[in-house]
């Protein structure tokens, strides 16, 4: 019998293999344009916290709004360690994400007993309590003036001073990450996550320790956004508590949900959508309307979230891979029998 | 057939507040029986389902399996022992492709972990070869091969019962607790699934099944247990329960005085 695994899992390296050279191309096209390449860092940071959590959220169906406070442990753990205490880089990031796993488990371990709204609720009121602790621990974190001087990232000898340079380490670190989560999607790890979303009562009937996955996965999402956090501090130099805010976990979540819980790239299109549509925004809503505060931003994807929740649950990068499919298999010439788009759709999961 | 005892239910009680879903029961599946569990509407069978695989906690008695204490161990910590089930209401995984569910099925078999699955270390590779093979293999043993890559949420009623039993058998279980098959099944699909079964049966496998199907019953089952509000008020073979007269009163009886 045909036991190829292609059947189920949709393993190419074509796709995202062109769409690496794609993204390592781009700055040499707008090398002396700032703008251009922080807004694609800012997107590189977002997709790296959004990639853990569409395992988190897409993949085993938990919910976070609490992850802006592993963000933040990230980026307060690498600025303290390299501005005050003057060590490398790589040391900054390795504690921070140790100590990002180390709350994510303390944490964790009491409030997955929790489902749905209460969880929600739970991983919210954590990160308000963590945001308390990056205003209030002056010592450390400089409280609500914000902590300065974060020294540029140097890794491996290099310094990543500019946005030109840093654009490549942040993109690398992306990629690195969905390869990652896509590995562990598509396989026995990824099937225990999935069945958790689908019936907790039929996973744990087939001796899945559902506690145990529903925490492995917390971690490792908490990782991800530590080490985002991390990079980010490194490239702005400065931090404040606000970035870390409940309102930036929100975003978070609907990066997610924009891009497409279920796919392991919704993550990485979410958040390019919310940075583009961001950037949009503040180009056009003062012309129309002058006197707008920030505030319109979240009420516009506020409604946008509304919105792909009524008309595209599972977000748009499903849409984006059914145009992909379409047009190479339009290229191919192929005859798209109800078959082959059955076993090749995108169903499939990337 | 060898007179090993599997499973050992003895005194085993559950009540929810004032209300005795579950009192008292005992009774033995020796390996390589087929056992009922029949009884009216709300007799506690499923209650002594959920007891068993240890979904909810029994508020007395004792379960052993294999000779192992299973009381108070989590539902997965007895999947692993080798006892797997299936559920009234259906409890596919929709999310996934059939083939993916009963690969899911496999876990325990298993080893891949997050880390080793994430930097997909060779043995992965190898491992999720296996466990495809098998899936098919446990897919064509119900009949279903041939829908091994449709998603499991478009799979018709009959068939989506066919997929928790191959789910079910992937962990290769030595005990299979089913909630009802034949409910919602026309009687093709009732026909099917019982010759699904039989043959699983020949193979060794040992089956606990809840069924108000009498014909299903009466035609696989080595042994009945009859539940009524809580208690067990018979168990013996086919033909000993069909003509016990408290089993009448209380449940064939019912039936014939409509």
């Given amino acids: ?350 | 057939m060898t007179e090993e005892t599997l499973l050992k239910v003895e005194n085993l009680s559950k009540s929810f507040g004032g209300v005795n879903a579950v009192e008292n029961v005992s009774f033995e599946v020796k390996k390589g029986e087929i056992v009922a569990v029949i009884g009216p509407n709300g007799a506690g069978k499923t209650t002594l389902f959920n007891l068993v695989t240890g979904v909810i906690p029994a508020t007395s008695g004792k379960i052993t399996f294999k000779g192992v204490s299973i009381i108070g161990k989590r539902p997965y910590q007895i999947a692993s022992l080798g006892m797997t089930r299936t559920f009234q209401n259906l409890q596919v995984f929709n999310n996934m492709t059939v083939i993916e569910n009963v690969m899911t099925g496999s876990h325990i078999r298993l080893k891949t972990g997050i880390l080793s699955s994430g930097l997909r270390l060779p043995n992965v590779y190898k491992e999720e070869k296996e466990v495809m093979q098998k899936a098919l293999q446990c897919l064509e043993q119900v009949g279903i091969a041939d829908l091994a890559f449709e998603r499991a949420e478009t799979l018709p009623y009959g068939n989506q019962r066919l997929l928790e039993i191959a789910r079910a058998v992937a962990a290769e279980p030595s005990f299979i607790l089913l909630d009802e098959p034949m409910a919602g099944l026309n009687p093709q699909e009732s026909r099917n699934l019982v010759n699904v079964l039989k043959n699983m049966r020949k193979q060794g496998m040992t089956f606990l099944f809840v069924e108000h199907d009498m014909e299903t019953v009466m035609s696989i089952a080595d042994k009945i247990v009859v539940l009524d509000y809580g208690k067990k008020i018979a168990e013996g073979t086919p033909e000993e329960i069909s003509s016990n007269p408290k089993v009448i009163a209380a449940y064939l009886g019912e039936e014939e005085a409509i």
């Avoid at chain 1, 690498?78 to 900054?92: D, E, N, V």
């Avoid at chain 1, 409030?111 to 945001?131: D, P, Q, W």
């Avoid at chain 1, 991800?224 to 970035?243: C, D, E, M, R």
């Fill in chain 1, 1 to 350: 019998m045909d036991n190829n695994l292609t059947k189920i899992y949709n393993r190419s390296l074509k796709g995202p293999l062109i769409f690496f050279v794609v993204i390592m191309l781009l700055p040499f096209i707008f090398q002396s344009n700032n703008y251009i390449l922080s807004t694609f860092i800012m997107i590189g940071f977002y997709s790296l916290v959004t990639t853990g959590l569409t395992l988190l959220i897409g993949y085993a169906g938990q919910i976070s709004l609490g992850h802006a406070a592993f963000y933040g442990i990230g980026a307060y753990t690498s600025a303290y360690f390299t501005a005050t205490l003057q060590m490398p880089s790589w040391i900054g990031i390795l504690v921070g994400a140790i100590i990002a796993s180390l709350v994510s488990l303390i944490i964790g371990i009491p409030v997955f007993k929790l489902k749905g709204h209460y969880l929600a609720l739970a991983t919210l009121g954590f990160g308000v309590i963590i945001f308390t602790f990056f205003k209030e621990w002056k010592t450390i974190t400089g409280g609500l003036n914000g902590f300065f001087g974060i020294p540029p990232l140097s890794l491996f000898g290099i310094s990543f001073s500019t946005d030109f340079q840093f654009y490549f380490l942040i993109w690398i670190f992306v990629f690195l990450g969905i390869f990652f989560a896509r590995n562990i999607v598509q396989s026995r790890v990824g099937r225990a996550l999935m069945s958790i979303h689908g019936s907790e009562i039929a996973s744990e009937a087939i001796g899945i320790n559902i506690n145990k996955y529903k925490l492995q996965i917390f971690v490792l999402s908490a990782v991800y956004a530590s080490i985002a956090g991390s990079l980010y501090a490194h490239y702005v130099t400065f931090i404040n508590p606000q970035l870390f805010e409940m309102m930036t976990s929100i975003y978070f979540l609907i990066m997610v949900v924009i891009g497409g819980i279920g796919n392991i790239w919704g993550g990485l299109i979410g958040a390019a959508i919310y940075v583009f549509l961001g950037e949009l925004l503040k180009d056009i809503v003062p012309k129309i309307i002058p006197n707008a505060s920030g505030e319109f931003e979240i009420v516009f994807f506020g409604v946008l979230l509304v919105v792909i929740l009524i008309y595209m649950p599972n977000g748009i990068s499903k849409a984006i891979f059914h145009f992909i499919k379409r047009i190479t298999s339009s290229f191919k010439n192929k005859p798209v029998s109800a078959f082959s788009k059955k076993s090749t759709g995108s169903d499939i999961h990337d």
